[in-house]
């Protein structure tokens, strides 16, 4: 069995393969410090809660944190006997090699969701992540990452408020009856939603005439539901899109041997 794990910036995804299905997927709290003992504490807890059957074979990880590569790495090497594949480094081959500039580090992520995507829809895409940060991935019809957007994540920009301005709670996103807000909250509400919504829409069709063709947009992350709820903004939702990629990379690299 596989287990592949994508560690975001806030949280990170422990998915459980079989080889046809993922038969668990565990959450926690992206933590640089968190040692492999840790992580296994963690994992063993879940797995018995949960009751299932795991014979992990095979680690596959992609970070957008580097720090915690290592203690991952051990993790893997300490309790399932494996060298895992990391995704960004040399020994970790892609199917699609990514077009942007030389000396240009592409967020692991990002190419983990083109590569699941392309897998799933063929070329001309456009991946829309809600992380901690909002990415565009955008992939040609050769299945190659060729680039894309990054914008500041749902959450971050309702906590920078927050930050940033005294008289400003702590808010949670939700999607606001009106645009004109009454109170304090509707109004941020409002601002992260209403924007966002734009944001979405603005860069997409930007996207398209640049390339000058039609493109599938795939929505993926928690929130991605919330906002195609008042707008056709995705052709399609896909909460498993990283989980997937990580699959079709560790298949690929099996295949190459
Ligand atoms: N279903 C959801 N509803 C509300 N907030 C969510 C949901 N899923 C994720 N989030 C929030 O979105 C932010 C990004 O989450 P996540 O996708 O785990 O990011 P990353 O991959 O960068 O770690 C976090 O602040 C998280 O709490
Ligand atoms: C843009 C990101 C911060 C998104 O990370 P996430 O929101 O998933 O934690 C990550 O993909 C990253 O660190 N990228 C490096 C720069 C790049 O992709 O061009
Ligand atoms: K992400």
Known sequence: MLLAIDCGNTNTVFAIWDGTEFICTLRTSTHHARTADAYFTWYSTLVKHYGIEVDITDVIISSTVPR?????????????????????KPECALPHEPKVDE?????????VNAAGAFDRHGGDLIVVDFGT?????????????IGGVIAPGVNLSLEALHMAAAALPHVDISKPQNVIGTNTVACMQSGVFWGYIGLVKE???RIKAE??????????????PLFAETEELFDVIEDDLTM?????IHEYNKALG
């Open 68 to 88: 915690v590569v290592f203690n991952l790495r051990v993790f893997a090497d300490r309790f399932f006997g494996c060298r895992p594949l990391v995704v960004g």
């Open 133 to 145: 940060a909002t990415t565009f991935d955008v992939v040609s019809k050769d299945g190659n990452y």
């Open 103 to 111: 000396g240009t580090i592409v967020g692991p992520d990002r190419l």
């Open 211 to 224: 390339r000058e063709r039609e493109m599938t947009v795939i929505g993926t992350g928690g929130l991605a």
């Open 244 to 248: 997937h990629g990580l699959t079709v």
């Open 203 to 205: 860069i997409c069709d």
